[in-house]
């Protein structure tokens, strides 16, 4: 079970924006650690899309938006186009014992 | 190019013991820690661990849930690192990737991935 949650799927048409949420707790996004997300287009290698500072790595288009606030975050996908579909997942550290660094459980967008 | 390769994956018995490979190139490969993940058929990411770079004494941290069976280690001169799991179990099959994080700003550059299936 992942200690951050995402909801299992989003889906929107072209051209829509989406919204992807990641709880968590008061030992992991609550403590201000850093939150990360990262794409994964099926059968390839994650990418990392937002960094902590709500930084796009170069090539990452600016339709990809970070949101913090409490204990979860957001990422946003505006604009939707066909090779966003893809599993996003959100990544934070965690102070808990033997925890470190945690993933969501991974959103699937899908674009209709 | 700034890569990453992972190799050693295959197909092993429940109980023995798998070595994985992690080579770099393109970058000081001493100057970053190196992480390991990996991901279950279907499921999502999990960090495994990492092993921080000489300059921290090259220690290593632990996901709970493989701390005793998991370790890793490195070579510096080869520009590699290792991940050796012990008495492995079907549920440590999955692709298994290593990453860095070249900025302090998230894991930035990751391998291939190497898949492992444990099953008798």
């Known amino acids: 079970q992942s200690v951050l949650t995402q909801p299992p799927s989003v889906s929107g048409a072209l051209g829509q924006r989406v919204t992807i949420s990641c709880t968590g707790s008061s030992s992991n996004i609550g403590a201000g650690y850093d939150v990360r997300w990262y794409q994964q287009v099926q059968g390839t290698a994650p990418k990392l899309l937002l960094n902590g500072n709500d930084n796009r790595p170069s090539g990452v288009p600016d339709r990809f938006f970070g949101s913090v606030s409490g204990t979860s975050a957001s990422l946003a996908i505006s604009g939707l186009q066909a090779d966003d579909e893809a599993d996003y997942y959100c990544?934070?550290?965690?102070?808990?014992?033997?925890?470190?660094?945690?993933f969501g459980s991974g959103t699937k967008v899908t674009v209709l | 190019e700034v890569q990453l390769v992972e190799s050693g994956g295959g197909l092993q018995q429940p109980g023995r013991s798998l070595r994985l490979s992690c080579t770099a190139s393109g970058f000081t490969f001493r100057d970053y820690a190196l992480h390991w993940f990996r991901q279950a058929p279907g499921k999502g990411l999990e960090w495994v661990g990492f092993i921080r770079t000489q300059g921290y004494g090259g220690t290593t941290q632990y996901a709970a849930s493989v701390k005793g069976r998991f370790s890793i280690s490195r070579d510096d001169s080869k520009s590699i690192a290792y991940l050796q799991v012990n008495s492995l179990k079907t549920e440590d099959t999955a692709v298994f990737y290593c990453?860095?994080?070249?900025?302090?700003?998230?894991?930035?550059?990751w391998g291939q991935g190497t898949t492992v299936t444990v099953s008798s």
């Open positions: 990453a860095i994080d070249s900025s302090y700003n998230g894991f930035d550059v």
């Open positions: 990544q934070s550290y965690d102070s808990s014992l033997g925890a470190y660094y945690v």
